[in-house]
């Protein structure tokens, strides 16, 4: 990219209007919690999700572009380039929330990318490649386990078909809740799904709020991602049998819920970690039937397990089925992976583009892995890939606390619109 173009680009991104469009977007699923925090809960592939995406395609459609969608609800918003037989260089992130979740996970990535591309149009700056806005369908996993469903089937990573029988808590499926999004949007031109129909980008750029403390703590201003760490997401359920709370002795009882206890118990002895690297997290317990006087025959839990190293990620995951076997002293259980995600690196020239974006525009840039995982993570192994970073209040996400100011979205966006350029004109 040549530099000279980089000054009225900065200039094009406009902070104010950046933070209206955040917050109209933080208006869809909006609620307030005990504490006062502003938080969103807008799950994948529901009425709020439909109409953040209206949203969104009505403001991309004000500035031009051209908006498709494929077989699995991804958004595309099109900006040409002046080669449009070129691959596209692809940014975005997602626009569904957690249930308690915040107003920047997600949907920053992809309204940064909408004024990215509208700055560029606006700085009259022609590019050579195209550029595509995404917003990925289901990254959170929250409505239907596991995430990255949207980017893990437009990369071939699984099946489109993987997840039909997934159901939410209202039973209603995957599939279900797909083929009725896709009626609603049957007014948005079709696209072939993305590397399995059609072809990869020519590299794909995502930018996301740290969810974690450390930009602020030591006052950079934006993180260039050097790599995802590994993630397995398992279902455990423990059969057990009822009886009576009263009556029936404890030594004769099949009680599910203090197997459970024995087994989660165990998992933490496994995934014990002094250095604090490993994350595990058990949660998603339900207990069957839930009464006080009945002792459960049925528990199930979730387990989501980290690991930056892919030999800990597997070893110690694959030890999850004999640990739980071992400390059970009455039930049975079955175990379920639903999502393996090994570590990824992104490589040169994304990285390298953000970070030379960053220190041109005289921003303090640290290099960092992400603990969290993101779509890009599914992209590494078709295109270039990387990933920017701002810092958030506290690190705080998952909350409804969530914060990041208007100066740093703004910052990071900038960094973002420049980093594009350059790779669309590369
Ligand atoms: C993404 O939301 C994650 O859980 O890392
Ligand atoms: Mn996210
Ligand atoms: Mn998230």
């Not at 604090?276 to 998603?284: E, G, I, K, N, W």
């Not at 974006?357 to 960092?368: D, E, H, I, N």
């Not at 701002?390 to 960094?415: D, K, M």
């Amino acid at each position: 990219m040549p530099d000279t173009t980089a000054p009225n680009l900065v200039a094009a991104v406009s902070e104010a209007r950046h933070w209206d469009q955040m917050m109209a977007m933080a208006r869809i699923g909006a609620f307030t919690d005990p504490d006062g925090n502003e938080g969103v809960n807008r799950p994948c592939l529901s009425a709020l999700d439909r109409e953040a995406r209206r949203l969104l395609i009505k403001e991309a459609q004000g500035i031009g572009l051209g908006v498709s969608i494929d077989a699995w609800g991804n958004l595309f918003l099109r900006h040409e380039g002046t080669d449009a037989t070129l691959a596209p260089v692809l940014t975005g992130s997602h626009m569904d929330s957690q249930p308690n979740g915040g107003r920047f996970d997600g949907i920053w990535g992809v309204m940064a990318g909408l004024e990215a591309v509208r700055a560029i149009r606006e700085a009259g700056i022609a590019t050579r490649r195209p550029i595509e806005v995404v917003a990925w369908t289901n990254e959170e996993g929250g409505r239907f386990a596991p995430g990255c469903m949207g980017s893990m089937a437009f990369t071939g990573f699984a099946r489109p078909d993987t997840w039909d029988a997934v159901a939410d808590k209202d039973g209603i499926t995957v599939k279900e809740a797909l083929a009725e999004h896709l009626a609603e949007e049957a007014d948005i031109p079709r696209r072939p799904l993305g590397v399995v129909e059609g072809r990869a980008p020519h590299a794909y750029v995502e930018a996301h709020i740290e969810q974690g403390p450390l930009l602020e703590r030591e006052g950079q201003d934006v993180g260039i991602v050097t790599g995802i760490q590994g993630s397995r997401w398992f279902l455990v359920e423990i059969q057990g049998r009822t009886d009576h709370a009263g009556t029936s002795p404890v030594s004769l009882r099949q009680d599910a819920v203090q197997d459970a206890v024995r087994a989660i118990n165990a998992l933490n002895a496994l995934m014990h970690d002094p250095t604090d690297v490993l994350r595990f997290t058990v949660a998603s317990i339900e207990v069957s039937p839930n009464t006080s006087n009945t002792v459960a025959d049925r528990v199930r839990f979730t387990i989501d397990f980290r690991h930056p190293d892919n030999t800990v990620l597997q070893a110690r995951g694959n030890a999850i089925a004999g640990v739980i076997q071992s400390a059970l002293r009455h039930c049975r259980f079955t175990l379920t992976e639903r999502f393996h995600a090994a570590p990824v690196e992104f490589q040169p020239p994304v990285p390298d583009a953000l970070e030379r974006a960053a220190r041109a525009q005289g921003l303090k840039a640290k290099r960092m892995p992400s603990g969290a995982f993101h779509d890009a993570q599914f992209l590494v192994p078709h295109c270039p890939t990387g990933m920017l970073f701002i810092p958030c209040r506290n690190g705080v996400s998952h909350h409804p606390a969530e914060y990041a100011s208007p100066e740093a979205l703004a910052a990071g966006t900038r960094v973002l619109a420049q980093a594009l350029l350059q790779l669309a004109n590369d």
